[in-house]
């Protein structure tokens, strides 16, 4: 299958969808109108206590730190990266930004390259590239292999021009799928990027919230071509702290130079108590592990008690596998739909928020074809503090059970009974 370029305009460009459907939302709620707030794709928990108590001791840290980061802070990241992937980092190979979001813009600035983006995709990849110019070619997964790209459709794009500059983004667990590669999946497109002098992009920022804990880099087997991005905001519950890492090969040190240089005369540096705050949480310890093993468990039975609610209303979402998304095809109510006046995922996004106040986005977002009946659900509507002290309390082997989900997670159990009483009673 052939990639399909993009045809963008800066003029065009609106506010980000997923920050889009935030605002409405809570403007929604300003004027008195409930709304499950599935859309918006922020952590339900709090941030770890010792990183918060991090922060605090260092509040009143007011210095411009390095443009690269605090040393301690790009020192516990490569370590980091040493336990989790076995990458052979060091703090030299790291840079600080305020945000992955802003690191990637930055790389797309100063690399000269296609992004290629398996689609679905996260919404602000070709959006970026539209803004400095650069040529996107998209790359349609098939959601019978659970919406992940294949080797042959990478292989297929390189081979038609084998010396061109490109820039490839992996992101998984994936937003908006909430899916995931195995190993050997990784390895095979490793070795295509390999052959190819690809630039990988590796966005593993839900990499922790692999609903087993089993997350496996990509840099494993591509470590001189493969950029590992990570952050704060999704498996440390601090998305509006806004502090993202870039962790580069040795091979790419001209080309974090590069960054950091444009860098300086941009943002000059990442606040500096959310970088000192941030040393704790890539350190590690017992605290965090504790963490995210109770974040692990009730996002998994919640992602497969949501997926098997959807697929008894005959709407399939693949299972996910890590994060907080899923992403269901509405194609078996097509013919229905219609008669309703619902024939784009944008149509049916729209519905779902004016007749049942439930935010989703639409596949379209995503990079999905606009008559593609698909959304992205996140669901992180529940109070996430609250039901990380309620498992807290209880053995270890205590199963996250529908009476558990419909007590501390009710929201999101209501919003999806929402969903398919709405598709129900249209028939």
């Keep these: 299958m052939r990639p399909e370029p993009l045809n963008l305009n800066i003029r065009g460009l609106g506010l980000s969808s997923t920050v889009g459907i935030n605002e409405l939302s809570l403007r929604m709620i300003q004027e008195g109108r409930p709304v499950h707030r599935l859309g918006l794709g922020q952590s339900p928990f709090p941030v770890p206590d010792p990183v918060v108590e991090a ?10 730190l390095p443009v690269r980061g605090l040393w301690e802070l790009r020192e516990a990241v490569a370590d980091y990266h040493r336990r989790r992937n076995g990458l052979g980092a060091s703090g030299d190979d790291v840079l600080i930004g305020p945000g992955s979001k802003e690191l990637m813009f930055l790389l797309q600035l100063v690399y000269y390259g296609d992004l290629v983006i398996p689609t679905p995709a996260w919404v602000s990849y070709a959006p970026q590239a539209q803004i400095v110019g650069r040529r996107v070619c998209a790359l349609p997964c098939r959601q019978s292999n659970d919406w992940r790209l294949e080797p042959s ?7 038609e021009d084998p010396g061109r500059p490109r820039i490839v983004v992996l992101n ?18 490793a070795r295509v990027a390999r052959n190819y002098g690809l630039l990988l992009l590796s966005d593993e920022i839900y990499g922790e919230l692999h609903h087993r804990g089993a997350h496996v880099s990509i840099a494993r087997y591509y470590p001189e071509g493969t950029i590992v991005s990570s952050g704060l905001s999704k498996w440390c519950g601090a998305g509006g702290w806004r ?9 790419l040190k001209w080309l974090a130079d590069s960054m950091a240089s444009v860098a300086s005369e941009t943002y000059t540096s990442t606040s500096a108590p959310i970088q000192y705050a941030a040393v704790s949480a890539f350190r590690g310890g017992s605290v965090i592990e504790r963490y995210l093993w109770l974040a692990r468990r009730i996002l998994s039975a919640l992602g497969e008690s949501l997926q098997r609610r959807l697929e008894e209303a005959n709407v399939q979402p693949p299972a996910p596998t890590g994060g907080f998304y899923l992403f269901p095809d509405f194609a078996a109510w097509r013919n229905r739909l219609e008669t309703r006046g619902v024939f784009t995922s944008e149509d049916l996004a729209r519905r779902l928020l004016e007749e049942v106040s439930v935010a989703v986005l639409p596949g379209a977002a ?4 606009p008559e593609e009946l698909t959304i992205r659900i996140a669901y992180v509507d529940f109070d996430g503090a609250r039901a990380m002290a309620a498992l807290e309390t209880m053995p270890p082997d205590w199963p996250v059970d529908e009476a558990f989900l419909s007590t501390y997670c009710g929201a999101m159990t209501r919003a999806i009974d929402l969903i398919c009483t709405w598709l129900e009673k249209g028939t």
């Design 153 to 159: 459709q990478l292989e297929s794009l390189c081979r």
């Design 55 to 64: 922060l605090r001791l260092n509040a009143s840290r007011k210095e411009y």
């Design 243 to 251: 502090l993202g890492t870039f962790t580069f090969p040795q091979d």
């Design 366 to 369: 995503f990079g999905r074809p």
């Design 172 to 189: 998984y667990p994936g937003n908006p799928t909430g899916l995931t590669y195995t190993a050997a999946e990784l390895e095979t497109l």
